[in-house]
């Protein structure tokens, strides 16, 4: 393709941000689908367009099909100094490409945990186990756990109500999504989990009675709360006197794009903010830690747990 043709495709911003992925890590259509936000017919069909001007190849590994760059896309002459003009500037982030830089270390971060994935280095090979888990991890140190009432506040797809439903003497999921909730009743139904009960309300009006749980999980919910103060002040109302509130959710961030692509509230917490939060809430012996982080990751998950008091 000469260096006017190439310039007409590159014309295309979507086109622009999906070469810069590549510029970064092979990726099949699915993780470019979720690093770009864009549906995977439209990425499929960027694609298509790049493979054919010879800019990106396809390579199948392990059932899937990874694209990167073409190792000699810039070819010579005109098109050649086009195209490292175009490198250079993947260098210079924008708002955009700051977003699809924190969805590409969510991707490294799900294939970081993948068993599949756990052979790019002799250490990973060594802490390859067959049998090794995180599901079997969590229902191990469920059994730990005495007989419990549990409830899920903002359960999503439903994945952590049903491995706790595996060790609880039941679960109580809330979400204010129907939708998300159909689909998660047809996933418990699907595994045969029967000590759920799937209830739509809001964080900070809680569909639970008073005293009525022994444990109140907020996971990644509590950014989508407009009050927290509030939704950790119901968490309170529903425990038992003794029981635990446990929370996962994301330390203080700029990543302001979440908002419009994933709903959040709040950008994180600061990890003040947050354990007074829970003090507020009426919590005692307020605890938190660093739950995860990765080098280069942007988002940093903070743990924190409390106690309603006697």
């Not at 992925?21 to 470019?32: F, G, K, M």
């Not at 993948?114 to 140190?141: K, Y």
């Not at 998660?184 to 009006?205: M, V």
């Not at 939704?231 to 309170?236: I, K, N, P």
């Amino acid at each position: 393709m000469a260096a006017a043709g190439l310039m007409r495709l590159l014309g295309d911003n979507t086109r622009l941000r999906l070469l810069r992925a590549l510029s970064l890590e092979a990726l099949n259509v699915s993780e470019l689908t979720a690093v770009l936000g864009l549906a995977q017919s439209g990425v499929s069909r960027h694609l298509g367009l790049l493979r054919d001007a010879g800019l990106v190849t396809e390579d199948r590994t392990g059932g899937f099909s990874y694209y990167r760059l073409e190792p000699d896309a810039g070819g010579n002459g005109e098109r050649a100094a086009l195209w490292s003009w175009l490198q250079s500037n993947f260098a210079h982030p924008t708002a955009a490409t700051r977003a699809d830089d924190a969805r590409l270390e969510e991707v490294r971060r799900v294939r970081k945990e993948s068993f599949r994935q756990h052979r790019s280095s002799d250490d990973e090979r060594r802490q390859m186990v067959p049998g090794r888990s995180w599901a079997a991890w969590s229902r191990a140190l469920g059994l730990l756990q005495p007989a419990a009432d549990v409830a899920d506040l903002g359960c999503g797809e439903g994945y952590l109500a049903i491995e706790m439903a595996q060790w609880a003497r039941r679960v109580m999921a809330v979400d204010r999504s129907a939708d998300v909730l159909d689909g998660a009743r047809d996933l418990a139904k699907r595994r045969r989990i029967r000590n759920i009960t799937w209830k739509r309300g809001d964080l900070e009006r809680l569909p639970i009675d008073d005293d009525s749980v022994d444990l109140a999980l907020l996971s990644q919910a509590l950014h989508h709360a407009e009050h927290p103060d509030q939704a950790l002040a119901e968490a309170h109302r529903i425990l038992r006197p003794g029981g635990r509130v446990l929370i996962l959710d994301l330390r203080a961030h700029d990543h302001a794009w979440v908002r419009e692509k994933l709903g959040d509230r709040w950008l994180g917490f600061e990890d003040e903010q947050l354990a007074a939060l829970i003090k507020g809430a009426g919590f005692q012996d307020v605890t938190l830690r660093v739950g995860a982080r990765r080098t280069g990751d942007p988002f940093t998950v903070l743990i924190a747990a409390g106690t309603k008091g006697t």
